[in-house]
């Protein structure tokens, strides 16, 4: 019995929720038909204006009620989705600064597992270059060995200036999102 009325009212709100403003006519309209039964079961001609005044005064009230009662549904249906537009850019900003914080230390740890080794490589190689400064082969395989320090140092360089600009990048589309939205 619970779930054909759970069924039953999930219909009914859906109706109310798709069509409020001819929900609100038809329950406005079936309580002055329920209301004014008596009116019409006097003669037409003992009517005064008064009479129907008091008989239809509370319709102006119902009909401020049931628009009152839309302008609710509306905020509230823009209440949820702003709400849910809003949990979703946490999401998206949460999952950015993992992402960055990830990132970062991964580069960090890069740095000082690759820097080190690569400054006890760059005074050594001075060092024998000072040494052999008039043998040209060594002095060329120095060369090649300081090129190839800087390459990694330039990747190590590369990899934190390429996150940072896809930071920024994914910060101004989540920003250009809100406002969108």
Same mark, same amino acid.
């Given at each position: ?11 009914? $709100?859906?109706?109310?929720? $798709?069509?409020?403003? @001819? ?30 005044? @008091? ?42 600064? @993992? ?20 400054? !006890? !490589? ?27 320090? $800087?390459? @990694? ?5 590369? !990899? ?5 600009? $896809?930071? !920024? ?13």
């Amino acid at each position: 019995m619970k779930k054909i009325f759970n069924m039953i009212w999930v219909k009914i $709100k859906g109706v109310v929720d $798709k069509y409020p403003v @001819i929900v609100a006519a038809v329950i406005i309209y079936l309580y002055y038909l329920l209301t004014s039964l008596n009116l019409f079961s006097k003669p037409s001609g003992s009517h005064t204006f008064l009479d129907y005044v @008091i008989e239809f005064d509370s319709l102006f009230f119902l009909w401020l009620a049931a628009a009152a009662l839309l302008q609710v549904q509306r905020i509230r249906k823009a209440y949820k989705s702003e709400e849910s537009h809003r949990r979703n850019i946490e999401r998206a900003l949460d999952r950015q600064q @993992i992402y960055s914080t990830l990132v970062n230390d991964i580069t960090m740890l890069l740095q000082d597992s690759v820097n080190n080794p690569l400054a !006890i !490589i760059s005074i050594t190689t001075q060092e024998i270059r000072r040494r052999f400064e008039t043998d040209p082969e060594i002095v060329r395989y120095l060369d090649r060995i300081d090129g190839a320090m $800087k390459r @990694i140092h330039n990747t190590i360089r590369d !990899i934190q200036s390429f996150e940072a600009q $896809k930071l !920024i990048e994914s910060t101004k589309d989540v920003l250009k999102e809100q406002k969108s939205s």
